[in-house]
């Protein structure tokens, strides 16, 4: 069983389109954060939302955690083939160990020219 | 330059010799995990540590062992490797815990015939 549910696994569109990525939970989570790995390397992080509501933007990326802490969505905005790559949320369930930390499977964008 | 390294970045061995992969941080890092990534099923936990002789298990430990003996050091330990441990592997650190940003290593692909 996946604590953290990504929507959808794959996603092909071209460049100048728009996106939503989605991570779903029945777990109350103390934060989520958002990742973006690429090809041969570690994931690295794009943004960490704590706050129920919370909105954050960096560029034309938009996150937000959802009012109950249970899911979160990436939302990309005129999408660019360096937007490519596999973008994983992951949280901290609120009810599990101190330390434990899981990962949604992921959402693999290409973004064509 | 502050970083996590991981040795060996490729390994290919048989089952049952025993093998040490090795992850480093010179960022003194409090908080140092270790996940495998499999297609499909996304980073999984195996083992995570929050400081100098504190160490707790992951998602799935079975097969794995870790030590924290130094801080800046966390190895990964198949006392005797099976092919269903054949995976890519990172190896992360933070300062504290999630919400702090998770530093991740270059990754260690290992095959075990």
């Known amino acids: 069983t996946q604590l953290l549910e990504q929507s959808p696994q794959f996603l092909s569109i071209q460049e100048g389109e728009n996106l939503t990525v989605y991570c779903n939970s029945s777990s109350v989570f103390s934060s989520l954060q958002w990742y973006r790995q690429e090809p041969g390397e570690g994931p690295v992080l794009l943004v960490t939302?704590?706050?129920?509501?919370e909105v954050k933007k960096l560029k034309r990326l938009t996150f937000q955690f959802g009012d109950a802490r249970k899911d979160s969505s990436l939302h990309i905005t005129a999408a660019q083939p360096g937007d490519t790559g596999l973008y994983l949320c992951?949280?901290?369930?609120?009810?599990?160990?101190?330390?434990?930390?899981?990962f949604g499977r992921g959402t693999q964008l290409t973004v064509w020219p | 330059e502050a970083q996590v390294t991981q040795n060996p970045r490729y390994l290919i061995t048989v089952t049952g010799k025993k093998l040490t992969v090795t992850c480093s941080q010179n960022?003194?890092?409090?908080?140092m995990s270790w996940y495998r990534q499999d297609p499909g099923l996304g980073l999984r936990q195996i083992y995570y540590?929050?400081?100098?002789?504190?160490?707790d298990k992951g998602d799935v430990p079975e097969g794995y062992k870790v030590s924290r003996k130094e801080k800046r050091n966390f190895p990964l330990i198949l006392e005797s490797p099976s092919p269903n441990q054949t995976s890519l592997y990172f190896c992360a650190s933070s300062y504290t815990l999630v919400p702090d940003t998770q530093y991740f290593g270059p990754g260690t692909r290992l095959t075990v015939l």
């Open positions: 540590s929050m400081n100098v002789e504190v160490t």
């Open positions: 992951a949280g901290v369930d609120r009810g599990s160990t101190l330390g434990r930390l899981y």
């Open positions: 960022m003194n890092h409090e908080y």
């Open positions: 939302v704590v706050t129920g509501g």
